[in-house]
């Protein structure tokens, strides 16, 4: 994976004043334009490695789905991104500020949601926040009025007297958000925030995130893919811990959209069968499914069906199956994760 955070840099001149000097002139300075910056992150777990060399980087309003199976790393990386952990190799910037040398100037600008929020059971909603709020070091001046933004944004003005423990996990998902609110942060990292709650509760936390991106950086991991398409702006994939694929949503739906692929099962099988479709004039490439039947990508807006008809006919192949699948991100994200890292 080419190091793109790269990309982030620029230099620009600044005009340095002092009270001292009328000017002291120009001054090149590096100022990094990406809100977050991860720089080949890896992190080993004894021989482990559940992140492996990963970099990406984020700019400010980017909303980033996180995606990859069950121990794929995601935790790790935002546990890293957040502070929270130190990785084995590499650094992470957010707003220029190096994480790992001063993890409390970056948490002062960022918001998490853990995989399993830090909720204490016992204590009541509104007196939970106030105590995240201190911890936080949110001003004393600013608190109430913090509390009661988070309180209402998250839609939890009504349960603010109730005791965490005996709220539904929908609600006490809410209180995990608002917690990660509290000291206004421009960057949320949010672990799954989704995860075993129900379709109705799905659709309102996910209401919830769509309202709070905007102005901020968000990374979410999820595994509902649908769900990226609904918040995200940018998907990076992660398999085994590295990098398997990364892209703007908005590439990403070109590539999907009007691209109809065709499934095709015959009776013989046998190499040639690959290599003659693909020198058909407008196909485009060819891959095998999941089940081991061919997919084959036609040139963009070509109906290659009677091509194919007629090729798999004259050869005698035996036509079993032929029908349109339509290219999903179902489909991306199997395919991201079943090429190991290629
Ligand atoms: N504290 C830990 N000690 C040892 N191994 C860990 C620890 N945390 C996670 N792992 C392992 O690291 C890999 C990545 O885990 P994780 O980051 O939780 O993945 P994900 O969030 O994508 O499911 C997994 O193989 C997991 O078992
Ligand atoms: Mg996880």
């Known amino acids: 994976m080419n190091p793109s955070w790269q990309k982030g840099y620029s230099t620009k001149s600044v005009y340095l004043q002092t009270p001292f000097h009328q000017g ?30 990963i970099s990406f ?49 970056a ?8 995989e399993n929020p830090p909720l204490y059971e016992d204590m009541v909603v509104r ?17 109430n009025g913090r509390i009661h ?25 809410r209180v995990g958000i608002a917690q990660a609110l509290i000291n206004d942060p421009e960057v949320l990292v949010l672990d799954e925030p989704t995860s075993g709650l129900d379709p109705m509760q799905i659709i309102e936390i996910r209401e919830l995130i769509k309202g709070l991106s905007g102005e901020r950086t968000v990374i979410l ?33 070109n590539k999907i959209d009007g691209i109809e692929n065709i499934l095709l099962k015959t009776r013989y099988w046998g190499e040639e069968i690959q290599e003659k479709i693909i020198s058909l ?7 095998l499914g999941l089940s081991n039947e061919l997919i084959i990508e036609p040139k963009k807006g070509v109906d290659i069906r009677e091509d194919l008809t007629d090729l ?13 699948v339509v290219h999903n991100l179902e489909e991306v994200f199997l395919r991201a994760i079943s090429t190991e890292g290629n």
């Not at 948490?107 to 853990?114: C, E, F, T, V």
């Not at 595994?223 to 990364?246: A, D, F, R």
């Not at 004039?281 to 891959?287: A, E, K």
């Not at 798999?312 to 349109?324: C, K, T, Y």
């Open 24 to 53: 002291i002139g120009y001054v090149n300075l590096r100022i990094n334009a990406a809100m977050i910056q991860v720089q080949n992150v890896s992190k080993h777990y004894g021989e482990l490695v559940a992140v492996d060399n």
């Open 57 to 105: 980087q984020l700019e400010k309003g980017d909303v980033l789905g996180f995606l990859g199976p069950n121990g794929a790393g995601k935790t790790t990386t935002m546990r890293i991104i957040t502070g929270y952990m130190p990785p084995t190799k590499g650094s992470v910037y957010i707003s220029d500020i190096d994480v790992f040398e001063d993890p409390q100037a």
């Open 107 to 114: 948490k002062s600008h960022i918001g998490y949601l853990p």
């Open 127 to 143: 007196e939970y926040l106030d105590f995240v709020a201190d911890i936080k070091q949110v001003p004393n001046r600013e608190k």
């Open 149 to 173: 933004y988070v309180m209402e944004k998250c839609g939890i003005v009504n349960v603010g007297k109730r005791i965490i423990g005996h709220l539904s996990k929908g609600y006490k998902q």
């Open 221 to 253: 991991s999820t595994h509902i893919l649908p769900e990226v398409t609904m918040i995200c702006s940018k998907v990076v994939i992660i398999n085994k811990g590295k990098i398997v694929l990364e892209e703007s949503l908005e590439r990403l739906t």
């Open 281 to 287: 004039p407008n196909v485009s490439d060819i891959r």
């Open 312 to 324: 798999v006919m004259q050869n005698g192949w035996g036509l079993l199956e032929m029908r349109p």
